[in-house]
């Protein structure tokens, strides 16, 4: 039986598709401004015999599809466990969001917080202050790595942010330097965030941002705990969601018209 | 400062925070077996706590930097003096609290009232019940009572003792205290003022603590260096620099920034209208009464803090600052989160302007760095409009 | 719904802002409640009382006026109907759950403060609350900072504003403190009504709302089974007219409800499926038109069991009960009763847990939602240690703070779908 798993972030759309619990296909691109086309314009023409959504615009989809949703956190805690088994504590910074997910002893879903209500210390913040700098995103940790010390960021908005990053270049403030203060502001709204549930314990790192080698090292860094990213940092949600599909189609048969909420 | 002027108070602790120099103060003491009681606040009855031979320390903290451990359990929306506090607590790095034997509070802001609650496990605490209505008839006997509570449990926490006549010792001891501060706050109320914020800082902090025994020398000195000052012609800013009444929420520490851009644009402050400046020190404890914890009670209860309903001797205390201090300008400066003085804010405003037709500006902040220019506009334009 | 417009007129309401809040409130109880599937039939009373909510239930109050007896409205469980009742008045709880003219609250209150003031502000400044405009008296309380400084601000623009002072702890002294503000207040209220406080008078005042918590209090045990027979937003619906309806008519219609309710349970008849999930939500009062949560939750797949609320179980719990005795007992009573209250603007304040737990186990909930509205210090502060506790014993909860605008309602899905993914263990 081949699970899909389906997850409408609000800047990119990842599908992935697994068979005996093995991925067999993993695509993404960008959402756009029409999340629903975006969406079915990456599962076309694949053959799936359940399909789950989950992210931002998994509703949507779900008029259309009629399939089974399931949150974000859920997808999540589901895709980390299944990838590493010791799982208990992780941190996933995407698009527009920051989410932090507590594991009990069972695996399950115990606590969570989440940061979906300001963009500044997501992947929107990065992709804004690369682009006031010159940088492609590709240049950006990189140059953030290369810097001898960090500036100091004091806005917690994104848009001041911005203001203040043209500001500290204008009186010549080096790029690199300027980089690096930007990672490090948003490390450190996303461990203020973790440390809320989860003041200790090893932390699964995931979500687009992850894929930032300047961000992992500075989240270690910062927690001083061990760290462990995926391979495919940004799939873990997709990645979930087809493990539920997996689930729903083994209970029902495997047929997608009867599968019910 | 110029060369030519000696600080008022000339030690190893003159230009850095005031409150180094109160911890080193508190740490004599403990070395001479005093007992320390961690207060909160301007409303804890400093003349009982001096009268049973204690000594208090002020707990409010004004650093950034334990904010974030103290994000982990409390609110990000909530006070920075209330989540500072906390934090160093949590944290364990607070000097002043790790002195203390005992924590004092009342029941002010819901904030604190509540943050209290996360804290009475640790040390000894007693948390007072403050009245909100002072103008009610049983106030006065509803704190007097209060007070009493708190001489019990200090009592019983640290074998301590004091008489009424001991009290009404203190009551005198201190009233002696805010006569000499109200002496030294005729300076800045002159034009132009001879001493700026950060040594009236020096002494506000340094007196709250302590005696008018204490105080009386070190005051003493500063007052006649201030009237040399004066003699001399010294000013610490020009005459004609727009005077500043800052009101509202204690500053302190990180907070302080918002003084040091009223002066970065060309201001002066000459009056400070909060428990971390004059008030602590403007009303005097009736002597002689025959029931001196009757007589603080009283006393107290004129603070106009916004805690009171509906505290409109806030505004007629701010009348007579402006009409001593003469300020050009009036700056309400709101902690963020502090939904009293926030909202109260706005008759304060109503009232400068209106009845003394003064530009006004209120200032909600907190203690970090990322606002400080958007302050710095609104200030600048305020001074502009002097 | 006759033409009310002369009586909305002579109230001196802006017909334009009024007309303009009826037809939002319409449309949103059209979406919310009339579109829910196997209401009881004795909802169809509270479906007619929202109907004619500034209709015919004003026109009563007008009509009590003309005939010498005062209007009293009040924000806060802390006044005691009792004693309004008493002076032959009307008690009304007055709207403040709708976000209307935040702009002219926002003139004169900040931004950032909770929207149950802002709410009772833009009502007060748009002039479209009848209730308000109606009233003889407007209490305000000294509960929390908020609220309390609000008032302040408030006073110069309604007819007659008396403040009740409350205590902040639960000693004697915090005791003695409530029964002297209720002792001023019923000053207040036979000067305003002309009329004496006797002991006949008040032991009627007692009855009469005993019997209206008795009746909710026998709704509220009814939705202990499973599937439970009535859902959480008409539940909700019917804590919230408890505050404005004719207090007899309520008690009558609420045991009609109940009924028939018993009636569903014998059957094992109920609004949801067996098995749905079972919330119990903690926390802030919801004011009408509030349904933004209950409504999110219930269309996510939950039923809503309980509400440990002033618009709720809090509001209600307790009985203030007929010793005998003369005014000055029955005073007593009151202020025992009123005294037990656990808001959370009290220190230390205890038994709040204490009761989310007993109510999760006797309405067989499977989580709780604690929710407050946004810079509610108070609650927010509480919820930390509450949260703590409740997890401690295996008790899942789910932390909200939200106003009233629909913004954050994606985010607040989403927050409770996992919650309630997380309770069902799937």
Redesign the interface.
């Given at each position: 039986m081949r699970a899909g798993g389906l997850d409408i972030g609000s800047r990119t759309v990842k599908f992935v598709v697994i068979e005996d619990g093995r991925t067999v296909l993993a695509r993404k691109a960008l959402t756009s401004h029409d999340p629903l086309e975006a969406a079915r314009t990456l599962i076309a023409g694949i053959q799936y015999d359940v399909i789950v959504a989950t992210g931002y615009g998994r509703h949507l989809l779900k008029e259309h599809l009629d399939c089974p949703v399931i949150s974000e956190i859920k997808a999540f805690a589901l895709g980390a466990k299944a990838i590493h088994a010791p799982c208990r504590v992780i941190l996933d910074i995407g698009g527009q969001d920051t989410k932090a997910i507590c594991l009990n002893e069972s695996g399950e879903m115990a606590k969570f917080e989440m940061n979906d209500k300001c963009a500044a210390g997501t992947g929107r913040f990065l992709e804004i202050m690369a682009n006031a700098l010159n940088y492609t995103l590709e240049e950006f940790p990189k140059a953030a790595l290369s810097a001898e010390h960090a500036e100091k960021i004091?806005?917690?908005c994104t848009v001041?942010a911005e203001s203040e990053v043209i500001s500290l270049t204008a009186r010549g403030a080096s790029r690199s330097d300027v980089a690096l203060g930007i990672h490090k502001a948003i490390v450190?709204r996303s461990t203020?965030l973790l440390?809320?549930i989860a003041?200790s314990g090893e932390v699964f790192f995931a979500g687009g941002v992850a894929l930032n080698e300047c961000i992992r090292a500075l989240i270690a860094e910062d927690l001083n705990r061990p760290v462990v990213v995926p391979p495919d940092p940004q799939g873990v949600g997709a990645f979930g969601a087809a493990l539920h599909a997996q689930k729903v189609g083994a209970a029902t048969g495997g047929n997608n018209e009867t599968v019910l909420r | 400062m110029s060369r030519t002027v000696e600080p008022l108070i000339n030690d190893e602790y003159t230009g850095g925070p005031p409150t180094k120099r109160v911890l080193a103060h508190l740490q004599e003491k403990r070395r001479t077996g005093m007992k320390i009681a961690g207060v909160y606040c301007g409303y804890a009855p400093t003349e009982l706590i001096l009268a049973m031979g204690i000594a208090p320390a002020t707990l409010c903290a004004f650093s950034n930097a334990t904010i974030?451990a103290a994000?982990?359990?409390?609110?990000a929306?909530?006070c920075p003096l209330i989540k500072s506090s906390y934090g160093f607590i949590i944290t364990d790095t607070c000097p002043f609290y790790g002195l203390s034997d005992a924590v004092i509070g009342e029941?002010t802001?819901?904030?604190k009232?509540?943050?209290?609650?996360?804290i009475?496990d640790l040390k000894p605490t007693w948390?007072m019940?403050?009245p909100?209505?002072p103008d009610?008839e049983?106030a006065v006997a509803?704190w007097a009572?209060?007070i009493r509570k708190l001489q019990r449990f200090l009592e019983t926490t640290f074998g301590a003792h004091a008489t009424d006549d001991a009290i009404e010792a203190a009551i005198r001891d201190i009233n002696r205290r805010n006569a000499m501060m109200r002496e030294v706050f005729e300076f800045p109320a002159g034009r132009p003022t001879v001493v700026g914020w950060q040594e009236i800082y020096d002494l506000t902090f340094l007196a709250q603590g302590s005696s008018g025994k204490e105080m009386e020398p070190i005051l003493a000195e500063a007052l006649w260096k201030l009237e040399q000052r004066r003699d001399n012609g010294y000013a610490y800013r020009p005459a004609d620099t727009p005077r500043v009444m800052v009101t509202g929420c204690p500053v302190g520490g990180d907070a302080e920034k918002v003084f040091r851009i009223i002066e970065e644009a060309g201001g002066v402050i000459v009056a400070l209208d909060a428990c971390s400046g004059f008030k602590p020190y403007m009303t005097d404890t009736a002597e002689g009464t025959g029931d001196p914890v009757r007589a603080l009670a009283e006393r107290y209860l004129k603070i106009p803090c916004?805690?009171m309903?509906?505290?409109a001797r806030r505004l007629t205390e701010m009348t007579r600052l402006i009409e001593k201090f003469r300020p050009d300008a009036v700056i309400d400066i709101v902690l963020q989160?502090c939904?009293?003085f926030?909202?109260?804010?706005?008759?304060v405003g109503e009232h400068v302007g209106r009845y003394h037709g003064l530009p006004f500006l209120k200032i909600?902040t907190d203690f970090?760095?990322?606002d400080?220019e958007q302050v710095r506009t609104r200030v600048e334009a305020l001074l502009e409009s002097c | 719904m006759s033409d009310y417009t002369q009586m909305w007129s002579d109230l001196g309401l802006d017909l334009k802002g009024h007309d303009a809040l009826l037809s939002v409130l319409g449309g949103a109880y059209q979406d919310i409640f009339l579109s829910q599937k196997n209401r009881p039939e004795g909802m169809k009373y509270f479906d007619f009382v929202m109907s004619e909510v500034h209709g015919l239930r004003i026109k009563e109050l007008m009509d009590a006026k003309a005939q010498g007896r005062i209007v009293v409205g009040s924000y806060c469980v802390f006044v005691p109907e009792e004693l309004i009742l008493a002076v032959d008045g009307v008690s009304v709880g007055l709207c403040a759950g709708a976000e209307f003219n935040f702009e002219g609250a926002e003139e004169?209150?900040?931004r950032?403060?909770c929207p149950l003031i802002k709410s009772a502000f833009g009502f007060k400044r748009g002039l479209v609350c009848p209730y308000l405009e109606a009233s003889d008296i407007v209490v305000g309380e000294?509960t929390?900072?908020?609220k309390?400084?609000?008032?302040?601000?408030l006073?110069p623009m309604v007819k007659d504003l008396y403040?009740i002072?409350l205590?902040?702890?639960k000693?004697d002294?915090?005791r003695m403190?409530l029964k002297?503000e209720y002792r001023k207040f019923m000053t207040k209220l036979e000067e305003k009504s002309g009329r004496k406080i006797t002991a006949e008078n008040l032991k009627k005042g007692i009855a009469t709302v005993d019997a209206k918590r008795q009746a909710v209090k026998r709704l509220a045990e009814l939705r202990k089974t499973d599937p439970a027979p009535i859902s959480g937003l008409d539940a909700l619906l019917v804590n919230q007219v408890f505050f404005y309806d004719d207090p007899t008519r309520f008690t009558s219609s609420v045991n009609a409800l109940c009924d028939e309710l018993e009636e569903r349970v014998k059957k094992g008849e109920g609004v949801f499926p067996k098995g749905t999930p079972r919330v119990l939500m903690s926390g802030c009062p919801m004011a009408v038109p509030n349904w933004k949560v209950p409504f999110i939750v219930e269309t996510s797949g939950a039923v809503i069991v309980g509400e440990e609320s002033c618009v709720g179980e809090r509001g209600t719990r307790w009985l203030t009960g007929d010793e005998g005795g003369g005014v000055a007992e029955m005073l007593e009573a009151i202020t025992e009763r009123y005294f037990k209250i656990d808001c959370?603007?009290f220190?230390?304040?205890p038994s709040r847990v204490d009761h989310v737990r007993d109510m999760f186990g006797r309405y067989n909930a499977g989580g709780v939602i604690h929710y407050s509205l946004q810079?509610c210090?108070?609650y927010?502060?509480?919820s930390?240690?509450v949260e703590a506790n409740l997890e401690g014993s295996g008790i899942p909860v789910l932390r909200l703070?939200t106003d009233y605008s629909q913004e954050d309602s994606g985010q607040i899905k989403t927050r409770v779908e996992a919650f309630l993914e997380r309770i069902q263990g799937k």
């Open positions: 004091n806005s917690m001041f450190s203020a440390k809320r003041p | 974030e994000e982990t359990v409390l609110p929306n909530l029941t802001c819901d904030g009232k509540k943050m209290f609650e996360l009475t948390i019940d403050l909100q209505v009610q049983e509803n009572a209060m916004s805690c309903t509906p505290n989160a939904h009293s926030n909202i109260e804010s706005h008759k909600v970090s760095l990322s400080v | 004169v209150v900040p950032n403060l000294n929390c900072d908020g309390k400084k609000s008032y302040e601000v006073g403040i002072d205590p902040q702890m000693s002294s915090g403190l002297e959370a603007v220190t230390p304040n810079f210090h108070p927010i502060v509480e930390g240690p703070e």
